[in-house]
Each structure stands twice: as structure tokens, then as C-alpha cells.
């Protein structure tokens, strides 16, 4: 029988809550968001902000053409153009993309919610299809925030004070997105475009424009090219507001605002070359990104068996059967430079990623049961040959824990955390408590790609105890033995009462490690009785007794490949950083 009750050494300290994240307000129009295929690579511009510790307002324009066919619409009617009631019709191309890249960022276990034009409350005077904002009442946008790590708002409309939807010129989300950060007293927004920053021409008709690094308010109005709103630039410097001017990339960005500095030119880069190892669950999904982002070039992927028929989205087998190979020199032959591996077996990954390593290739990794052997070793090998390993993705899915306890590290010692650590055992534990077998909640876990390969991992609390060993190693610099982590096993013979959770333990108790995964009903938090399906949760709680908390999809295919995707961002950042040294 499952034991029920935690092992409490001693109980650790009260937790207090630590001051909400900031805010970041990020713009994105319809040259990124362009139709529904985009929205993935949206979530993801959100996802890094959020894995740096921020909640974001995303103002989202409607899709490409979306105004145009809606105004065309309206006017088929054969009203006059400025009829007061068309902008409220207008917008509900802002809206449709609005719900549609919140929808992906829950995809990817983003906490997210909308709001429409009336709920969002920024008041307007002036035309109807070119008023000009002039109050926020911020009620549901608060709330939204309180609520939530990520609030998606159309941007172009606002209402009027007889109580009509009004527009905001053409560019408008420009506007919606320096007014709210103005209100909301930030100091500076990001305007995500197609572009990586201001040029001093357009850099697609012509290869030898010059790229500013900071530009002022003026130069961009003068330079004009409609990149950002000119209403909008001049919010930003009646604001005193920072412009970022930026692409997905998440690399040079220019910064419009007080100071300038004159534009120089762009030295041409190629695309970083990464490879996958695994095609499976996540391996898959993370290629499904990847063959389509033009800033990567894949050149292979490792499998046991090649031959095998593959699910990667977007990718037909003739186009994957030459990048698939079958052992670890034939992947690194390809000289990548950045290695994703997400492979189901732990001897096989640590080897991989022991050779890669060794040759200078840059690692991040899903695959707990490799990185937590050694994860001290893998890093000072990783050193030696002037490379980096990441392993976001091997603890929480989709949810940033490693960089939660990064951050909650780096502002002084930890005391110990609290967490929810593998999704099979969570979506099962709701599913028994529906009534379901044991056998067809298992399946379905597996199903759902929740669970390992064999599943025996999950439910005997190994994943759960290798994942511990990594926190404690951010948490500590120390790890416990897998063997001295006590683990409660969930199985068809004794399955825990209704409201049960697998919560892992872990404490520096008078210098000694205490850890453990058991199977518990009561004396939780509340954040790990809140969780459902293959949802992962963790608690920090630090030496001064306040607490972090984060919370997300822990497993599956879609959070676990954007958390190994935000390691390769970073890496590539990283790479980019020395190539121009
Ligand atoms: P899958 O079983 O779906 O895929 C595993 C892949 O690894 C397969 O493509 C398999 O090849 C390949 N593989 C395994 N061993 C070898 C080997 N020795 N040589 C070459 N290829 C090999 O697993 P997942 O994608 O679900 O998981 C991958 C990793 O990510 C695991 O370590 C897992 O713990 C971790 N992870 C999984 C999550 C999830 O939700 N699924 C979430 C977070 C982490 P082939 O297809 O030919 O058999
Ligand atoms: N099998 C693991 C789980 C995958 O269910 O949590 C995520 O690490």
C-alpha cells in the first residue's frame, strides 16, 4: 500500500508569496502572424519572455489580408465607409488572432487568456476609423494579469464614450501597444516584425542596407518605410517609452528611444546547423518546427530504425528519409552545431551527448534519465571543449522549473522545494478518480504521449526521482542518490484515494539531502490539488520563507519540444554572440 503521509524531517519554512513577475507588453503583426500557422512560432516569442520570469501582454494585429476582406464585407452592403457601426465588425480580425494565439500558447501549458476590444477598456476620441486613445480603464486587464502568465488583446480597436468600437488608424496595434505599456507605466515595448530592426532601407530590396542598433523617435519617423505607426512614435516620445524593434529570432533588435547611434552593415550569417536525436514524442515535434524555421538547417536525426513510418507534422517521408541515420559518429558526421537529443534511452543519451560535447557541439536535452547520471560531469566536459548543456526540457515539460530555481538560486539560498513531477502519473491519478481501469488510464497516458517508453518509470516513481536529483542539483549543487529517494509505486492493485498527487520532496536538512516521491492525499498546497491531466507544478521556497511558484504541461509533445527549442534559442544566441566577437 502506497504510503499517504509526506516524511516532514522538519516542516519547512512558511511561504510567503514573492512579488508578482513583471510585465512585458509584446506586439505582433500580421508579418508574423500572417494566418494560423504562424501562432506556434508567436507562443514561442511569448514562452521565452515567460521563462525569464515575466507575464506578457501580447497585442496581436489580424491575420494578412483579414482587415481588408472584412472591410470589404462591410462595404459590400454599400454603406458609406465611415459608418459608425463597421469598426466593431473590423475587429473581429483582431479577436480571431487574438484567441487563436492564446489557444497556442495553452498548447505549449502557457496559463493564457483573451480579452476583446470592449473588455480590454482603452477609451478613444476622434474618427471612428483613426480615433486616438486617451484613457485605459484597467480593471479586467489587472485582473487578466492576476490571473494569468500571458493576456492576448486585439490590438486597432478601442471604444468610444458613447460607448461604440472605434479604430485606431491603420498600424493601430502599433498604438494599442505603446498606450498600454505608457498606462501601465512600463519603460519600453517590443514590436515583433519579419524584420531584426530598423534599416536605413528596406533590407529585402536591397542587401547592402545598414542596420541601426538605437535609432531616436525622430530618425524612425523619418525614415518612415511604415515599420512602426507614426502615431505610435509619437506616444513613445510624449512617453519617454522604449521601442524594441525585433524579429522571432530573439537576436539584434533595435532600440528606438532617447539615444541614437548611426546604422552600420550586416554581416550575412547562414543558418546553424542542429541535429535531432529521436523522432519520437518530442524528438518528432521539435523537427515539426524546425524543418519549418528558416534560421536552422536540419541535417539529421537519429533513430534506432530508420525504416520505421514517422509522425512529424508538415514533414512527408521523402523529405525526412535523408537526415535519418542510425548511429551516433553518422549524426555527428553532419557536423552540426547544436545538438537537440530526445531519446528514450539513458545510455544511449549519455553517450551521444558525452561525444558531442567532445566535439565542441552545443546539447539540450529531454532526456532526464541521461542528464541526471552526472550532470557535474557533463558540464565540466561540456566546458572543456568550449560548449553548452541545457536541460530545460528533461524536468517539467513545458513548465521553465530549471529556470525558476535559477532564478530563485541567484537571489539567495534555498530552503527546499515542493513539486509535481510526471504527467503520466497526474492524468492517471485524475482518470482513476473518474472511474476509469487502471489498464485504460495507462493506455490512454501512453496514448496521449505522456508516458515512457517503459511506462514502469513513471509509475514506480524512477522519472520523478531523476528529475528530484536535477532540481536538487540546481537547488543545491548536490544531488541525492537515486537510491536514497523513498518512492511510493502506483499500480492496479492498490491505487491511491480520489484527490492523490505524486509529490516530490526535497530539503537540505543540517547539510544532509532529503528527498522523496510519494504518493499523498492531504496537507498539500493548493497549487498541486489544482492540477489536472499531465499538468507538473513546482514550489521554491526559499531560506527567508518566501516561495515560487510554476506551473505547466508536464509532459507531451508540443510543451516538451517549445521547452527544448527555447534551450536552442538561447544556444543559438549564444553561438551568434561569438560569431560576431
Ligand atoms: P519516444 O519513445 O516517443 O521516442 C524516442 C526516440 O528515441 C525514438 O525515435 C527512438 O527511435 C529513439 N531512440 C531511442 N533509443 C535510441 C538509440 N539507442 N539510438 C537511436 N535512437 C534511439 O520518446 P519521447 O519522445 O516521448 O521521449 C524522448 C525523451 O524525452 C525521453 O528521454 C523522455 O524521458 C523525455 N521526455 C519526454 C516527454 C514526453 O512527454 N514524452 C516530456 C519530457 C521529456 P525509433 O523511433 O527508431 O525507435
Ligand atoms: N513520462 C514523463 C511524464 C514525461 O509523464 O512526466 C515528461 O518528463
Redesign the pocket.
Known sequence: MPGLALLRPEPLPAAAARDAAPVVVMKFGSSVLAGPADAPAVASDIYAEVRRGRRVIAVVSAFAGETDRLLAEARALGLAHDNPLLPAYVVQGEERSAALAALACDRIGLSATTLSVRDLGIAAEGPGEHARPVALDRAALDRALDRHEVVVVPGFGAVATDGRVVLMGRGGSDLTALFLAAELGLDHVQLVKDVDGLYDRDPNADPGARRYDRASWAEAKALGGGLVQPDALDLAEARRLRVEVRNHADGHRTVIGAGSAPPRPVQPSRPLKVAV????????GALARLIADRRVEVVGV?????A?P?DVPGVSAEALAPLLV???PALLDREPDILLE????????HALIRAALQRGVDVAS?????VSRDPAGLLALAEAHGARLLWS??VG?GAPMVEALRAARAQGPVAGFEAVLN?TVNFMLERLGDGASFDAALAEARAA?????DPSSDLEGL?AAAKVRLLAFEAFGVMPDEADIPRDILSADSPPAGGARQLCRCRMDNGRLVAEVRLVTDAMDPLFAALRG?ENALKVIAADGSAVRRRGR????W??AESLLADLSDLAARRLALRNA
Open positions: 536525436a529521436g523522432c519520437g514524442v518530442v524528438g518528432g537519429l533513430v534506432r530504425d530508420p520505421r514517422r542510425s548511429d551516433i530526445a531519446l528514450s534511452e539513458a545510455e544511449a543519451g529531454a532526456n532526464k534519465q541521461a526540457a528533461s515539460g504527467g504521449g505522456f508516458a515512457e517508453e522519472d499531465e508536464g509532459a507531451g509533445r510543451a516538451t
